[in-house]
């Protein structure tokens, strides 16, 4: 099963994405968490501590390859999903695990 959670900013994603990851976790699922947003607080929101939240990297956008055939597009992976989430997940609580793929290099002017 995948879930994609959107909306416009203050809506509430991130503490449902947490809630239902935690929630889907608990009974038995495995989890994994992708925190998309520029600003990635879903590891606060999953109840992850300090060391885990320290050894949280965000995953390097060339991961990701844009394929065009004629007028089709797609995004594709340029690793194996295995050696990615071993490489960048981090386990939190309920066992669920969590992925950063965005996030603020440095701040803008103005």
Avoid: C, F
């Amino acid at each position: 099963m995948k879930v994609a959670v959107a909306g416009k900013g203050g809506s509430g994603k991130t503490t449902i994405s947490a809630t239902l990851a935690r929630v889907l976790a608990r009974r038995g699922r495995m989890v994994m968490a992708v925190d998309g947003d520029p600003n990635p607080n879903l590891g606060v929101a999953l109840g992850m501590n300090r060391e885990q939240l320290g050894s949280l990297v965000r995953v390097p956008q060339d991961i990701m390859e844009l394929k065009e055939a004629g007028e089709e597009r797609r995004l594709v992976m340029t690793r194996p999903a295995e050696e990615v989430t071993s490489e960048y997940a981090v386990e939190g609580p309920d066992g669920v695990s969590l992925m950063v793929m965005t996030g603020v290099d440095h701040a803008g002017a103005g």
